[in-house]
């Protein structure tokens, strides 16, 4: 299997479209999808004429983003459930990446919501049996990769339970500078890295930051 397209489902959020920028942007065709396609289209209207990376992008319906060979899921998780139901079909035999996290904020902070199926990650698994899911960027901050203009040097803990799906994710989203994919092991592990992105919130607003993991021991 090789991948031309990405597709990215609820494209124009500042995850999705974070994403869409840096695929682009390493030369990837990537497709924004939106309930409205007009939205999804203003997305890749609003880049700049001067970014040569731009042809790289196309705007359309999350059906149009769900045709691609790889359709990475960028809706709130509370959203993934009535958005995935209708693509099921379309996604069947596809790699599909989740990044999403089930949080809530209280007054204090951010807390992981603990979901009857373990983990977001599980609870997409369940509902597209057919695809091969891939859990990956639940803890990169969306605003490192919509700063274009800023190097980028970011460990993506990835999970999931076929290896190949896995090697062809860490691939592609591997040419984006300053990115490197580490397999953190099958889908089960995937509620410890959502759940650890509340963490990772909590520090940012305490430290009036935007923080990120690097792993040390592994070399690249
Ligand atoms: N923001 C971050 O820094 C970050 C980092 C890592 C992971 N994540 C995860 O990435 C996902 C997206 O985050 P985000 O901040 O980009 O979220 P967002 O802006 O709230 O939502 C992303 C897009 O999802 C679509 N959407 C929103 N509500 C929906 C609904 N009820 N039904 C169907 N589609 C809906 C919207 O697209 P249309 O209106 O155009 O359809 C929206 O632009 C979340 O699951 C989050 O946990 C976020």
Redesign the pocket.
């Known amino acids: 299997m090789s991948i031309t397209r990405v597709g990215v489902v609820?494209?124009?959020?500042?995850?999705?479209?974070?994403l869409v920028f840096r695929l682009a942007s390493a030369e990837v065709q990537v497709v924004v999808?939106?309930?409205?396609p007009q939205?999804?289209l203003a997305v890749c209207q609003k880049v700049d004429s001067g970014r040569s990376w731009k042809r790289f992008m196309n705007g359309g319906t999350?059906e149009d983003a769900a045709e691609c060979d790889l359709v990475v899921?960028?809706?709130?998780?509370?959203?993934?459930v009535?958005?995935i139901k209708p693509l099921k079909d379309i996604l069947a035999g596809k790699i599909v990446v989740t990044?999403?996290?089930?949080?809530v904020k209280t007054d204090q902070e951010f807390q992981p919501v603990l979901l009857a199926e373990g983990s977001?990650a599980a609870l997409v698994s369940s509902l597209l049996p057919a695809s091969a899911i891939v859990s990956a960027?639940?803890?990169?901050?969306?605003?490192e990769l919509l700063d274009i203009d800023h190097d980028l040097k970011l460990d993506v803990l990835m999970c999931g339970d076929d290896v190949p799906s896995k090697l062809l994710t860490a691939e592609i989203f591997g040419r984006i500078d300053g990115v490197r994919l580490l397999d953190g092991g099958s889908l089960a592990m995937s509620g410890a890295i959502e759940a650890m992105?509340a963490v990772l919130l909590n520090l940012n607003l305490k430290y009036k930051t935007r923080t990120s993991i690097r792993i040390s021991g592994i070399e690249a």
Not at 10 to 18: I, L, Q, S, V
Not at 73 to 79: E, F, G, K, R, S
């Open positions: 609820g494209g124009t959020g500042p995850a999705g479209k974070g999808g939106s309930r409205d939205r999804a999350n899921l960028a809706t709130p998780w509370d959203a993934l009535p958005t990044i999403a996290n089930a949080l977001v960027f639940q803890h990169i901050p969306a605003g992105t």
